[in-house]
């Protein structure tokens, strides 16, 4: 560890650094998915003073630095597709076979004349407007068939203590 040598006389000095979005590029994966640029602040502050506090034996010697960060990063989220919204269930059987069933085909499911399975049309209300929020555009997330990944920008606030 260096630290700097005292003096009789006061020294000090103040810094700052501001960086935005102006000359911010996009990422290669948020262009591919058409999602736009994110947001970047950051402001790097701080300052030292140094001193004596006994003249030729005992000084003392401050330093402060601040960060201040909000940026958009990219975050990945599983999110259902527009098929398994409309009601449309996808799943391959143990022999390697494609199989769609939808909701009509699932009502009709029974066990000794009793209904098995009865979709709730409020549950299928919910997937479609989920999945008018949240299309997908990232197709390497997911199982490919019934949810797919949304790429998106996320803020982060960033406020270190040191």
Request: glycine fraction near 10%; avoid cysteine; charge should be positive.
């Amino acid at each position: 560890m260096i630290t700097r040598s005292g003096s009789n006389q006061f020294h000090g000095a103040v810094h700052a650094h501001h960086r935005n979005d102006a000359t911010l590029a996009n990422s290669w994966f948020n262009n591919r998915a058409g999602v736009p640029r994110g947001d970047l602040r950051r402001n790097l502050f701080g300052g030292r003073l140094g001193g004596p506090v006994v003249k030729d034996r005992l000084f003392f010697f401050y330093n402060y630095e601040g960060l201040r960060e909000t940026r958009a990063t990219s975050v990945v989220r599983t999110v259902p597709t527009a098929s398994l919204a409309a009601g449309n269930i996808q799943f391959v059987d143990n022999t390697g076979q494609n199989w769609t069933i939808n909701t009509q085909q699932i009502n009709t499911f029974t066990l000794g004349g009793a209904p098995v399975v009865d979709v709730n049309p409020l549950v299928t209300a919910l997937f479609q407007s989920a999945v008018a929020r949240y299309p997908v555009n990232d197709l390497t997330v997911g199982d490919g068939r019934n949810s797919g990944g949304l790429l998106a920008p996320s803020n982060a606030r960033i406020r270190p203590r040191i």
